[in-house]
C-alpha cells in the first residue's frame, strides 16, 4: 500500500501536468501536510470534520477544502465538498510616509524590493520571479511575466527606485538570465518584510505599522493610479487583473475631502516642478506665479 507520501506526490504531480501554476500546486502540498497531522485523508468524513470544527478563517477553510478535493479527485474518493464563503473586505490603504519609512530602515536588497513593489503594484511572487532580462535599465520599465492568468503588462520605476535598482546590480554578480532577487522566494520576501516592519512599528511606537501587509503595496499603487487617472481600466491592466470586479474596488477607497491628507508644495521653476512630478506631486494651480502641487500622505 501506497504511503500518504506517495499518494500526496501523485496529487501534485497531475496538477503539474494539469498545468496548475507552481504557487497553486505549493499551496496544495503544504494544506494536505497540514491536513495530514490530524486526520486520515482517506477519510473524507474525518477531514470533514476537522476542517469544520477548525478555529480558523472561512478563507483558509476554503483552501483546505479546495487542496483536499484535489486529493479525492485523484485518488477516486467520494465526498460532499463543504462550501465555505469568505466575507469581502475593504483593503486599508498605508500611508506614503510610513512605507518610506519601512523602506530606509531596510537593507538595500529588501529596500529596493518594497521600493518596486510601490512603484508598480507588482505582485510579490510576480517580482521574485523578475529576471534580469525582464528589466530594461535605460527606460526604467519592467516587464513581468503576469500570475493569475492576467493580462500582460509593462510597469514603470520612478527615478529614485531605478537608481537603488542600478546600485544594487553594481554590486551583485547577476547575469542576463538570472532572477533579480537570486533565492529569495515570495514566502521569503513577506517574512523580512514583516520583520523590518515590526522593528519600525516598535522603534516608532506606532502600533498601526505592523498592520500593513506586503500585499497592501500593491494596493496602495492602485489607489494612488486611480485618483491620478480617474482611468479604470488603465488600472486594471496595469494590475495585471483579469476582471474588472476586481479593479472597482479601488474606486471607494479615495476619501480626499479632507486637506489634511495631502503634502503640498511649491515650485517657483521649471526644475522644481519637474522633481515634485517626478516625486509623485499632482499640479494643483498657479497663483502669484506660484505652481501648487500636492500628494497624499
Known sequence: MPSIKTEIIDVLWKMKKEGKADA????VSKALHVLT????????????TYIAILDRKNGY??????????YVKTHNLEWNKPKYIVAEKMPKIPLESQIN?????????????????KDTGIRPIELMNLRLRDVDLNKGAIYPTTAKHGSPRVLKLKNNTLTMLKNYLATKNIE????LF??????????????????????????????????????YFATMLYNKTRDILFVKQQMGHKKIDNTLKYTQL????????????????????????????????????????????
Open 176 to 179: 542576463i538570465n538570472d532572477k
Open 254 to 297: 479615495l476619501q480626499f475631502e479632507n486637506q489634511d491628507n495631502y503634502t503640498c508644495k511649491v515650485a517657483v521653476d521649471i526644475e522644481q516642478s519637474k522633481d515634485l512630478i517626478e516625486a509623485g506631486f499632482e499640479y494643483v494651480t498657479e497663483q502669484d506665479g506660484l505652481k501648487l502641487y500636492r500628494k497624499r500622505k
Open 61 to 70: 477553510k476554503k483552501q483546505l477544502c479546495y487542496s483536499y478535493d484535489c
Open 24 to 27: 497553486t500546486i505549493k499551496n
Open 101 to 117: 519609512l519601512i523602506i530606509s530602515k531596510s537593507s538595500r536588497k529588501l529596500a529596493l524590493a518594497i521600493s518596486i513593489s
Open 37 to 48: 497531522k490530524s486526520c486520515d485523508l482517506n477519510d473524507t468524513e474525518a477531514v470533514k
Open 182 to 219: 537570486t533565492w529569495w522566494t515570495s514566502e521569503k520576501y513577506g517574512e523580512n518584510f514583516r520583520t523590518a516592519r515590526n522593528k519600525v512599528a516598535t522603534k516608532m511606537c506606532d502600533e498601526t505599522i505592523k498592520s500593513i501587509r506586503l500585499y497592501d503595496l500593491r494596493h
